[in-house]
C-alpha cells in the first residue's frame, strides 16, 4: 500500500486498532474484528483517537467530523452510497474511504420490485382500506406491469437486477446512465438514452438507482414527471408510477406530492427522503403514496454480508492490504 499521502500509524501493543462503530454492525462482524485483534467500541461518544469508523447512513461525516479525528485513517461505510461522507475533506486528511458496494444487492432489488408491484395493483391503498373497513374491490382496478415500459435513472447493479426480473415479466427497459457502457445495456435487453427526458417521455413507470449528487438532486421534479403519458407500450392507461430506493433528495418531494395531487402520477413510493426520519412529510398523508423507512438493506442476509465484507476490509487493511473498493483512490497516489 502506498503510505504517503496516510497518517503514521503505530499499532498499541495490547491491540491492532481502535474501530468505532457509529450506525450499529452484525454481532458476528463485530465478533470477526475482535478475535483479529482490534478494539470495537459501538457507541462511541467522538472519533478522536480512533484508527477507523464504521458508519451507515444516519452519521454524517462532515468536513467539521473529520477535523476532530486527526487520527482516523479509514472510513467504511457500510453500504453503497457515500454522500453522506465529505469526499474531498477526506482524501485532504489522508483518510481512505471504503464501502461495500455488493452486499445489500439483491436486498435493494427485491424491495424495489415489492413497491413496482404494490403501485401496479393498489396493495397498501386495498390494505388500509380493508382495515377501515371498506370493501373497495371495484375501486382497486390495478394494471400489469407486462407490456409496458420501465425507465431506470442510473443502471448499475440493482437496477440491472430489478430489469431482469421486470424483463422477464414483460417490461420493455430503458434507461438513463451516462457512465453506462453500451455493450452492458445490450447485455441487459435495455434501451440506453442520453438524453434524461426521453425516459420520461417514453416510460410510464420510472424506478430511481443514481448517486445523489449536484447534478442529481431534484432531478426527478414537476418538469419531468409532466413529460410522463401515462400510455404503457401495450396501449393500456395504467397511468405513471414512480418508485425510488435510492438517496433521498434525488425526488423533488414537493413536486412529487402536486404530481399525486393533479393526478400526474398514479403512484409514488419512496423508500429515502431528503429529510430523514421523514417526520410530518406532507406526501406521507396521500392516498396514492406508500412508502418504507429506509429499509432496502435491511434484510438479515444483507446485514450479514455488509457485516462481513466490512470486517474483512479492515483486517486486511490494518494488515497493510489496499481495499478494493476504495472510493476516494487519489489517496492512494
Excluded at 102 to 120: C, F, M, R
Excluded at 245 to 273: H, Q, T, W, Y
Aim: proline share 3%; with cysteine.
Amino acid at each position: 500500500m502506498n503510505m504517503r499521502m496516510l497518517k503514521e500509524w503505530t499499532p498499541n501493543r495490547s491491540i491492532v486498532a481502535r474501530i468505532a462503530v457509529t450506525d450499529g454492525m452484525a454481532d458476528s462482524a463485530v465478533s470477526m474484528l475482535i478475535e483479529a485483534g482490534h478494539e470495537v467500541d459501538m457507541d462511541p461518544s467522538q472519533l478522536d483517537g480512533f484508527d477507523a469508523v464504521v458508519i451507515r447512513s444516519a452519521t454524517k461525516m462532515t468536513s467539521d467530523a473529520i477535523a476532530t479525528a486527526p487520527s482516523l485513517q479509514l472510513i467504511g461505510r457500510a453500504g453503497v452510497g457515500v454522500d453522506n461522507i465529505d469526499l474531498v475533506a477526506a482524501t485532504n486528511a489522508g483518510i481512505l474511504v471504503c464501502n461495500t458496494p455488493g452486499s445489500s444487492t439483491q436486498s435493494v432489488v427485491e424491495l424495489t420490485l415489492g413497491h413496482l408491484l404494490a403501485s401496479a395493483r393498489h396493495i397498501p391503498k386495498a390494505d388500509r382500506d380493508l382495515r377501515s373497513g371498506n370493501w373497495s374491490k371495484k375501486a382497486l382496478k390495478g394494471t400489469e406491469l407486462s407490456g409496458k415500459r420501465i425507465g431506470f435513472i442510473g443502471f448499475g447493479r440493482i437496477a440491472q437486477g430489478v430489469g431482469r426480473v421486470v424483463h422477464a415479466m414483460g417490461m420493455e427497459i430503458h434507461a438513463f446512465d451516462p457512465y453506462l457502457p453500451a455493450d452492458i445495456a445490450d447485455e441487459q435487453n435495455c434501451v440506453l438514452h442520453d438524453d434524461v427526458d426521453d425516459v420520461f417521455r417514453l416510460c410510464t413507470h420510472i424506478s430511481i438507482h443514481c448517486n445523489l449528487t449536484d447534478e442529481t438532486h431534484h432531478l426527478v421534479n414537476e418538469t419531468r414527471l409532466a413529460l410522463m403519458s401515462g400510455i404503457g407500450a401495450d396501449g393500456t392507461a395504467c397511468g405513471n408510477h414512480l418508485v425510488s430506493c435510492a438517496r433521498g433528495g434525488i425526488v423533488n418531494e414537493k413536486d412529487a406530492l402536486e404530481a399525486l395531487e393533479n393526478g400526474r402520477l398514479s403512484s409514488c413510493a419512496l423508500d429515502v427522503f431528503e429529510v430523514e426520519p421523514a417526520g410530518d412529510n406532507p406526501i406521507l398523508q396521500h392516498s396514492n403514496f406508500h412508502g418504507t423507512p429506509h429499509i432496502g438493506a435491511a434484510t438479515v442476509e444483507a446485514q450479514y454480508r455488509i457485516g462481513f465484507e466490512m470486517a474483512e476490509l479492515l483486517i486486511g487493511f490494518f494488515n497493510g492490504e489496499t481495499p478494493q473498493s476504495v472510493v476516494n483512490r487519489a489517496v492512494l497516489n
